[in-house]
């Protein structure tokens, strides 16, 4: 067989293999395919996008963004709603809402920040390569990589499961704010908690800008806690 013949052979056999499956994945193209691809953009209304699908920009004001198993857009966010990736989904950049929780299932991926104001997070066996941040809601983090910083005002935070924070995990100042409450004694904010498992990490620096209850199972990460404000 020629040198000619057999190359053709070859390339042929390749392209058979990955016909009806999954190209081998390239960052540098999954990107180039969202911003290709369409945009979805709605003001009230739920968005899902399908199953293997690829779409643009994501966006919705009062609805959910659901992202079905190895879809991929550019970005999701939304004002009023949730916001959900199933197993496998890519977001290329950022991924926010105001008022909803967020959800990442395992084999996830975000490949910028993801946010949210009001509204919980759980964070399974997935990856975030940029900041995450809320100001009101919960974080629970499982098996997850977190490339960035972690930051958050209000609410419990739990490291668990082997999961790393790379960047610094940072519990905001409170501002200072008198409510009627004070009237009767009562204005006491309840510290939030931080737990992070034995097998977890944060490789930064553990910034605490208020009081907050530490439960670190391991004792060497009490020496990366920064307290930034007067007991």
Sequence with gaps: MKLSTLTLAVSLTLAACYVGGVMPFSAEAAETATQNAEDISKVN????????????????????????????????????????????????????TVNGSIKLASGSKVMGELSTVNGDMVINGSTVAGDVSTVNGTLKIEGSQIAG???????????????????????????????????????????????????????????????????????????????????
């Excluded at 097998?199 to 060497?220: F, M, R, W, Y």
Aim: glycine share 8%; no cysteine; net charge neutral.
């Design 149 to 231: 910083n972690l930051t958050t005002l209000n609410g419990n935070v739990s490291l668990l499961a082997g999961s790393v924070v790379q960047g610094d995990l940072v519990y905001a100042e409170r501002t200072a704010r008198k409510s009627w409450f004070s009237w009767f004694g009562n204005d006491k904010h309840k510290p939030a908690t931080l737990t992070i498992s034995a097998d977890s990490n944060v490789q930064g620096q553990i910034i605490l800008k208020q009081e907050v209850n530490l439960k670190l199972e391991n004792a060497a990460l009490a020496a990366r806690v920064v307290k930034q404000y007067t007991e």
């Design 45 to 96: 209304g739920s968005i899902k996008v399908a199953a293997g699908s690829v779409a643009g920009e994501v966006s919705t004001v009062n609805g959910s963004i659901n992202l079905a198993e190895d879809s991929q857009v550019q970005s999701a966010s939304t004002v009023n709603g949730s916001i959900t990736l199933a197993e496998r989904a890519q977001v290329t950049g950022d991924t926010s």
